[in-house]
C-alpha cells in the first residue's frame, strides 16, 4: 500500500504536567516539536493535561463503581481507544515521573484486562513512546518506567521511543524559560525527531498490515482452551537433569 493511501493515524499525547491548562507546561515545548512533525506528515494528534480532569485513584475502568463520587478517566480513555499512537509525557519530581503520570499509568493498567475484537489484550496494535523535561537527573530512569508499562500493557515500541531535556543541577533553567538552552539543544532535538518519525513508521506498518497477528496471543482462544504449542506442564515436570557444562 502507498504511503497516499495509508489510513490515517491518530496521535494522543498525555502531558502528565502538574500544571492545569492554560499554565505554562515545559513539557509541552517537547510536545510541540514532535506534533508539528506528526501533523505535517498527515497525522491527526491531540494533545491532553490530565491534569485538568478529575481522575479517581485506583485500577478500574470507572472508579465511580467503587464507590468515588466522580471520575473523568473514561472520558480520557475513550480518546485512548481511538488512537494508534500514544506518547506519555512528564516533567521530572525528585528524579522520578510526576505523580500525574503515575496514576495516568494506573488508570491505563486498569484496562489491561479487556480484549479488542481479535481477543487480543486492548493495547495491542497501539505504538508508545515518552516525552520527558526536567532539571538535573531522571530521564533516562522515568523513560525505563513509561516505556516498560506501555510494553507490558502490550503497546508496541518502536526503536528510540524516547526524547528528554535535561537542565543543568540545581534550580536552573527549565525547557522553555526565557534564555533557556533548552530548545537549541542538538541532542534532544535529534532525540525527539527521531522518536516521532519512528513511531509514524511503525504505526503505519501495523495500520497497513492489519495490526499484530492473532497466533499465539489471543486470550480468548487461550481462555477457551487453546495453547498455541506450550508444551503443558506435564511435560516440564517430566524434564530431567540439564544440559552438561564442559
Known amino acids: 500500500m502507498s504511503e497516499s493511501h495509508t489510513p490515517r493515524l491518530r496521535a494522543l499525547f498525555l502531558n502528565c504536567t502538574l500544571k492545569p491548562s492554560p499554565n505554562m507546561s515545559h513539557t509541552d515545548g517537547l510536545i510541540f ?14 494533545a491532553i493535561r490530565p491534569v485538568d480532569y478529575d481522575i479517581a485513584p485506583g485500577v478500574k475502568p470507572d472508579m465511580k463503581e467503587e464507590g468515588f463520587d466522580t471520575d473523568e478517566w473514561p472520558t480520557i480513555f475513550k480518546r485512548v ?10 516533567p521530572i519530581w525528585l528524579g522520578d515521573m510526576s505523580s500525574v503520570c503515575v496514576r495516568v499509568i494506573e488508570r491505563l493498567y486498569a484496562h489491561s484486562g479487556q480484549t479488542n475484537a481479535k481477543g487480543q489484550y486492548i493495547y495491542y496494535g497501539k505504538v508508545g513512546g515518552c516525552l520527558i523535561t526536567g532539571n538535573e537527573d531522571g530521564g533516562k530512569h522515568c523513560a525505563r518506567s513509561i516505556l516498560y508499562a506501555l510494553l507490558h500493557l502490550g503497546c508496541v515500541i518502536p526503536p528510540q521511543a524516547d526524547a528528554y531535556w535535561l537542565g543543568e543541577a540545581g534550580p536552573g533553567d527549565s525547557y522553555r524559560t526565557d534564555g533557556s538552552p533548552g530548545p537549541d539543544n542538538e541532542f534532544t532535538n535529534k532525540l525527539t525527531t527521531v522518536m516521532t518519525w519512528n513511531l509514524i513508521h511503525l504505526a503505519r506498518i ?15 482462544a487461550w481462555k477457551a482452551g487453546e495453547r498455541f504449542g506450550h508444551p ?7 524434564l530431567t537433569g540439564g544440559p552438561s557444562i564442559k
Open 81 to 90: 481507544e481511538a488512537a494508534d499512537i500514544l506518547i506519555i509525557t512528564t
Open 33 to 46: 516539536a514532535a506534533k508539528h512533525i506528526m501533523e505535517a506528515n498527515g497525522v491527526e494528534v491531540e
Open 206 to 220: 501495523l495500520k497497513n498490515s492489519g495490526g499484530i497477528p492473532v497466533e499465539g496471543n489471543s486470550m480468548d
Open 232 to 238: 503443558g506442564p506435564d511435560a516440564i515436570r517430566k
